[in-house]
Structures are given as structure tokens and as C-alpha cells.
């Protein structure tokens, strides 16, 4: 009698910095590989679209991110806990907290993310995704997972414990960092690829085929590798997939 082995479905992080593409790639996935996709900032959106009484879609529009709306000024936000703690913080660095000033989409995410949660607890939103994965996991979801902002090193040592794996993607115009704490190239998290992205979305579809295939094929490998693969010409993608 041959015995069966019960394979976890693929886990995958990606990294990079903003615009880079890294939700670009997830959405790929997602849509050619049937993967879920999930971000550490899932859980962020939905609490400050809770606390603002907005929807998520406002909080992501990317032509207003990073301009300030007057309803997402602190003034406006039902969490007292949150709106204590940002004044706690301004307080420590010198400044007084105007309530009334309107605030940018990016500003309140990032506050609440770090300032917030992570001071409460800096395994918040690690625990929040790990909860997740298991869960999905205990029910016998058998899709693939991606995650699509691997950004701190207990996000990117988390999906390590759960045997996850890691791609990188750079992209050249996209090394401007941001000054937050959860900007990062990702490299000091040791990926197991990285995608350089500089041709068009058919190019980058063509490497995360490609190399997706090679994923789920040595996934349960314990084989360490690191590549570094640039979005290669439409021809020799078309050989690289046949």
C-alpha cells in the first residue's frame, strides 16, 4: 500500500517597496494561479474605515492617498483610544495635535498601523494574519495564499514559521523611500527571488507564471535559493512557457 502525504497548499510573501508592483504581482497570481491574496494591511483598512465611518475604496483611491480630506480629520474618528494616542505620540516629539486638521488617507493608515496598534501590541497585525492563514488552513482551504506586504521582519520571520516562501520585486524608479517605518527593499528579509520589473504588466505575468510554476513544484523542498530575474523579452517568455 503506497502511503499518501497530505501537501500544505503554497504560502507566499512578496516584498519590495511602494509602486514597485507588489500588488500588481499578487493580483497576477490571483488571477492565473486561482491564489488568495491577503496583505498585513487588510486588517488596518477595515479598522480605520470603522473608526471614520468611511468605506475601504476611500481610504484606497490612489489619486487622493496622499492628499488631506477633511473627513478623515481626528476630529471626526469614533476610536478615542486612537485619537489619545496620537496625541500621546505628537506630545513625545515636541508638537501640538490641531484635531480639526485634515488629514491624508496615508497619514491615518500608517498612524494607526504603527503608532496605535503596534504600540499596543507590536504582534498585532502578525497574530491578526497568522489567526487567518490557520484558519483557512483548519477548513482545508486548499488555495494557494499570497500575501502582498511583507514589510517588517516579524511579518517576514512569521511567514517563514508557517513555511512560507518569499519573492522580492524591484522596480527602477521605485527606490524613494517614504521615511515611514514600514518602507523596506525587503532584502535584508533574505528572499528566495527577486523579480526585477522593468517592462510592461505582459512581461512581469509571463516571470510570475514561470516562476510560480517552479514554486509550487519545490515548494516542499528544503532547497535555499535566491534569484535575481529581470522581466525578460516577450520572446524568450514564450519559450520559457512552452
Known amino acids: 500500500m503506497h502511503q499518501t502525504h497530505k501537501l500544505t497548499p503554497v504560502l507566499l510573501g512578496i516584498t519590495g517597496l511602494?509602486?514597485?508592483?507588489?500588488?500588481?504581482?499578487?493580483?497576477?497570481?490571483?488571477?492565473?494561479?486561482?491564489?488568495?491574496?491577503?496583505?498585513?494591511?487588510?486588517?488596518?483598512?477595515?479598522?480605520?474605515?470603522?473608526?471614520f465611518d468611511c468605506t475601504i475604496t476611500d481610504l484606497a483611491l490612489r489619486n487622493t492617498k496622499e492628499q488631506?480630506?477633511?473627513?478623515?480629520?481626528?476630529?471626526?474618528?469614533?476610536d478615542v483610544a486612537f485619537v489619545q494616542r496620537i496625541q500621546d505620540h505628537c506630545a513625545a516629539q515636541g508638537h501640538a495635535l490641531d484635531l480639526m486638521a485634515a488629514r491624508s488617507p496615508r497619514t491615518i493608515l500608517e498612524w494607526w498601523g504603527t503608532e496605535?496598534?503596534?504600540?499596543?501590541?507590536?504582534?498585532?497585525?502578525?497574530?491578526?494574519?497568522?489567526?487567518?492563514?490557520?484558519r483557512l488552513r483548519s477548513v482545508g482551504c486548499k488555495m494557494?495564499?499570497?500575501?502582498?506586504?511583507v514589510r517588517k521582519?516579524?511579518?517576514a520571520a512569521m511567514l517563514r514559521e508557517l513555511g512560507g516562501h518569499l519573492w522580492r520585486i524591484t522596480r527602477?524608479?521605485?527606490?524613494?523611500q517614504t521615511g515611514h517605518a514600514t518602507s523596506t527593499t525587503?532584502?535584508?528579509?533574505?528572499?528566495?527571488?527577486?523579480?526585477?520589473?522593468c517592462h510592461d504588466i505582459a512581461h512581469l505575468q509571463g516571470l510570475a507564471l514561470v516562476h510560480w510554476g517552479e514554486l509550487v513544484q519545490k515548494a516542499h523542498t528544503n532547497k535555499p535559493r535566491h534569484r535575481v530575474v529581470e522581466a525578460a523579452s516577450s520572446d524568450s517568455i514564450g519559450e520559457q512557457l512552452h
Request: glycine fraction near 6%.
Open 18 to 51: 511602494a509602486n514597485a508592483g507588489k500588488d500588481t504581482l499578487a493580483q497576477l497570481l490571483a488571477t492565473h494561479c486561482g491564489a488568495r491574496t491577503m496583505a498585513f494591511s487588510d486588517g488596518i483598512y477595515a479598522e480605520v474605515a470603522e473608526a
Open 68 to 78: 488631506p480630506q477633511p473627513w478623515l480629520a481626528l476630529v471626526h474618528c469614533r
Open 116 to 134: 496605535y496598534r503596534r504600540h499596543q501590541n507590536p504582534a498585532y497585525w502578525v497574530n491578526t494574519v497568522r489567526q487567518r492563514i490557520q
Open 144 to 149: 494557494p495564499i499570497v500575501i502582498s506586504d
Open 153 to 155: 521582519p516579524d511579518e
Open 172 to 176: 527602477p524608479g521605485s527606490e524613494v
Open 186 to 197: 525587503g532584502q535584508e528579509f533574505a528572499p528566495d527571488l527577486t523579480l526585477i520589473n
